[in-house]
């Protein structure tokens, strides 16, 4: 079976949307709806790659990624964040809260799915 693929999306319709598109794309797909699930979810499972929205309740994107990325245990897990929020600084908090790539969305499905096959390929 292919990798495993967290998807962290609060929008209900999104996250059927893209659970369908990448399981056909032959990644095994968990999904959590808050970053606080996400977290609880990357340290359970530890999945090749984490899809993380920004704006969500519980935890926000930079929140959850900050504490992915401080947990020994799942920093090295790649980080994708998918947001509406298009501006320059906040591509820059992105990065430097620890995201590996920054997608605005509406996403373009077959970029997403090309990141995060090139995030987890043998180094």
């Given at each position: 079976?292919?990798?495993?693929?967290?998807?962290?999306?609060?929008?209900?319709?999104?996250?059927?949307?893209?659970?369908?598109?990448?399981?056909?794309?032959?990644?095994?797909?968990?999904?959590?709806?808050?970053?606080?699930?996400g977290?609880?979810?990357?340290r359970?499972?530890?999945?090749?790659?984490?899809?993380?929205?920004?704006?969500?309740?519980?935890?926000?994107?930079?929140?959850?990624?900050?504490?992915?990325?401080?947990?020994?245990?799942?920093?090295?897990?790649?980080?994708?964040?998918?947001?509406?929020?298009?501006?320059?600084?906040?591509?820059?908090?992105?990065?430097?809260?620890g995201?590996?790539?920054?997608?605005?969305?509406?996403?373009?499905?077959?970029?997403?799915?090309?990141?995060?096959?090139?995030?987890?390929?043998p180094?």
């Amino acid at each position: 079976m292919g990798r495993q693929l967290l998807l962290v999306e609060d929008d209900p319709d999104q996250r059927r949307l893209l659970e369908r598109t990448l399981t056909a794309a032959g990644w095994r797909v968990l999904s959590a709806p808050d970053g606080e699930a996400g977290v609880a979810a990357a340290r359970a499972h530890r999945p090749d790659v984490i899809v993380l929205d920004v704006m969500m309740p519980r935890l926000n994107g930079f929140q959850a990624c900050r504490q992915l990325r401080a947990d020994p245990e799942t920093r090295h897990i790649p980080i994708v964040m998918t947001t509406a929020k298009d501006q320059p600084a906040d591509e820059f908090w992105g990065r430097e809260v620890g995201a590996d790539e920054y997608l605005v969305k509406p996403l373009d499905i077959r970029q997403l799915i090309e990141v995060a096959i090139r995030l987890t390929e043998p180094k």
